[in-house]
């Protein structure tokens, strides 16, 4: 007797559920990444002297905002920032002599690592000829004119270059310079930069000057 017989189904095991301890990489759910760059930056201790005279001068900064953004030139080489704050200068204490005023600066300092020195192409052109052979000789048929050359490129160490963007003078301290999305840049840089605030209160008398500096801290770009 014959019985027939059918195959059963193979069974496939369903995929084990994912394991809540390992997270899926790359999702901005899970991942959202760093947070972006608004451009506050905190500010420095203010800076103090006291001068030979008894004067008390104060400079300092706060609200401040330093935020690279992309070059109107769109060179590889230049470095523009968006910059903001509010510097203040003061004079206290009871002196031994009289005051006339002062000035109050402003401004930032950019560091670039390397410098973009001399370019330089240095190249030659020839002249050639084609010809075919003929019997009797080489008849020219073309003139070419080869070209050749090479990019030379001279680096130069870093530097320090001071973008001063307010001088208040005043009659009586105290003093401020309030600054509001200020675009400053620096060209030539093949390196990475750094940007940092600074600010001096200059206090006069009639025979003196007493000058006191205000440095932000320094952001790496």
């Known amino acids: 007797m014959l019985a027939p017989i059918a195959a059963a189904p193979l069974a496939l095991a369903d995929p084990p559920p994912p394991d809540p301890a390992v997270q899926p990489v790359g ?13 506050v930056v905190a500010s420095s201790e203010p800076g103090v002297v006291t001068t030979p005279d008894g004067w008390v001068l104060t400079v300092a900064a706060k609200d401040e905002t330093e935020l690279p953004v992309a070059p109107l030139t769109t060179a590889i080489s230049s470095r523009e920032y968006l910059v903001g704050g509010t510097f203040t200068g003061t004079v206290t204490g009871s002196g031994k002599t009289t005051l006339a005023g002062g000035v109050l600066e402003a401004g930032y300092q950019i560091g670039c690592g390397i410098e973009l020195g001399q370019v330089r192409l240095i190249g030659s052109v020839g002249i050639g000829t084609s ?3 003929i019997t009797g000789g080489l008849i020219p048929t073309g003139i070419n004119f080869p070209i050749s050359g090479t990019l030379e490129i001279h680096l130069k160490p870093g530097s320090v270059t001071n973008v001063s963007v307010d001088k208040k003078t005043f009659k009586a301290a105290p003093a401020r310079v309030t600054l509001k999305d200020v675009h400053i840049k620096l060209d030539g840089c093949a390196g990475q930069s750094f940007l940092r605030s600074y600010a001096t209160l200059t206090s006069s ?13 320094t952001k790496s770009v």
């Open 27 to 39: 999702d901005p759910a899970v991942d959202p990444g760093p947070p972006p760059d608004t451009g």
């Open 131 to 133: 010809g075919s052979n």
């Open 205 to 217: 008398t009639t025979d003196t000057d007493d000058v006191v500096a205000y440095y932000g801290v």
